[in-house]
């Protein structure tokens, strides 16, 4: 086409009316077209699905996330006392109940104590928390960072994170899945 002359693209319009329209009439023209079409009402009610289903409010990067801590013993308490300065500490457990109140004592700040928990998957299921800190015994840590990670909890979970291989590749896979951070 860009080698035709110019008389020739005369000869192709020939018989046409010049076509001229403004980008106002234009967008005009597509409205009151997909208007008529109902797509608006099809957007409307696709975004309202979408606005019902999202969480009433969805936390910003700038927020301090929730902290709970698993294992109330003294490495985890050090460790919850480095990731306070993050968050805040929401949640505490232990099936040590000296342990656990020691803990909820000393994350209490502002007259807030933490929630105290004897079982994990109950912790878990506590709609404040975001993060967990891991600190039982070695024999716990597959169990408790897996359920965490499939409540889509991060974690932060002391060594050895795992006993075996195939512990660890299960792990991986469940991280995976749920895109958490670890």
Request: net charge positive; proline share 5%; charged share 25%.
């Amino acid at each position: 086409f860009a080698s035709l002359t110019t008389s020739k693209r005369a000869v192709l319009n020939e018989g046409m009316k010049p076509f001229q329209i403004s980008r106002r009439s234009f967008m005009r023209r597509c409205t009151a077209a997909a208007a008529a079409s109902g797509l608006p009402l099809w957007f409307v009610e696709r975004d309202l699905a979408r606005a019902a289903s999202a969480p009433t409010k969805t936390p910003s990067p700038n927020d301090r996330p929730g902290i709970a801590l698993v294992g109330c013993g003294g490495m985890g308490r050090g460790n919850t006392r480095d990731a306070a300065r993050f968050g805040n500490i929401v949640a505490v457990c232990d099936v040590d109940r000296n342990h656990l109140d020691e803990a909820a004592h000393e994350f209490t700040k502002d007259g807030k104590t933490p929630a105290k928990f004897d079982d994990f998957r109950r912790l878990l299921e506590h709609p404040e928390v975001q993060v967990v800190v891991q600190a039982t015994p070695d024999h716990w840590h597959t169990l408790v960072n897996m359920a965490a990670a499939q409540a889509k909890k991060d974690i932060y979970g002391q060594k050895p994170l795992t006993l075996t291989i195939d512990e660890g590749k299960r792990l991986v896979k469940v991280i995976r899945q749920n895109k958490v951070v670890f």
